[in-house]
């Protein structure tokens, strides 16, 4: 495989590799914050459901159908 050209203008250009890493490292930072998210909102579910809060209230509040929610959250 050959070497890329270098030239004025590509020099002055962000290095494509350099960009993957940075993009590479906000998607970790993005998995985090996604699964903090989660945990929070497992939370909240459990405290709205021990506080009387039935499924379908709860599915309002989160924009999800009754179904949903009951789904992701409901015993078994």
Same mark, same amino acid.
Do not use: C, F
């Given at each position: ?8 203008? =590509? /020099?002055?250009?962000? &290095?494509?590799?350099? !960009?993957?890493? *940075? $993009? ?6 993005? =998995? /985090?914050?996604?699964? &903090?998210?989660?945990? !929070?909102?497992? *939370? $909240? ?32």
């Amino acid at each position: 495989m050959s070497e890329p050209l270098h030239t004025a203008s =590509a /020099e002055r250009e962000p &290095n494509p590799l350099t !960009e993957l890493r *940075a $993009l590479a490292g906000r998607r970790e930072e993005l =998995a /985090e914050l996604h699964a &903090n998210l989660d945990r !929070e909102q497992a *939370a $909240l579910v459990r405290k709205a459901r021990n506080g009387g809060y039935g499924w379908q209230m709860i599915a309002s509040a989160l924009g999800v159908s009754k179904q949903a929610v009951h789904k992701k959250y409901g015993r078994s």
